[in-house]
């Protein structure tokens, strides 16, 4: 029996004066993605989101909706294989102020909506593409 392991984040969106930014981060490793985390006991996975969201980037959120889950398997040193979910929601920035959790990540930063998709095209996870696009397009925007 696989060990399971539930995720959840978000692709966070603001309007700065009428413009749309979409927020990135760029993790421990170098590479663009999105603030997310493990779920802890007790929470609902939209709770694992937000203080996800909160602790990594400093900002407060509200989900609009789910944007889709991911699901892989991964090989873990003291459980074998673990069967891993991530749950991707469109999350609207309500505030708080940008500050980059440094134990987890190197940097957050907001984007305009086509430089995000370029960044997340050229040092983005493959995986995390379709989770961008589908994000734009809720947002009415074309990649």
């Known amino acids: 029996m696989a ?3 539930i995720s959840a984040g978000g692709v966070v969106y603001r309007k700065d004066g009428g413009r749309m930014q979409i927020q990135l981060i760029t993790d421990r490793y170098g590479k663009i993605s999105f603030a997310k985390g493990k779920r802890e006991p007790g929470e609902t996975v939209e709770q694992t989101a937000l203080r996800e ?3 990594e980037t400093g900002i407060v959120g509200r989900i609009i909706k789910l944007i889709d889950i991911i699901a ?3 090989m873990h040193p003291k ?3 673990v069967d891993k ?4 929601y469109l999350v609207e920035c309500e505030g708080g102020k940008l500050r980059p959790q440094l134990e987890e ?3 957050v930063a907001w984007h305009d909506p086509h430089e995000a998709w370029k960044l ?3 040092s983005g996870y493959d995986n995390n593409d379709f989770i961008l696009e589908k ?5 009415g925007l074309r990649p």
């Open 3 to 5: 060990f399971k392991e």
């Open 53 to 55: 969201i909160l602790e």
């Open 72 to 74: 892989y398997t991964y």
């Open 79 to 81: 459980y074998g294989n």
């Open 85 to 88: 979910e991530v749950h991707y």
């Open 105 to 107: 990540i190197r940097s």
């Open 120 to 122: 997340q095209q050229k």
């Open 135 to 139: 994000a734009l397009r809720m947002l």
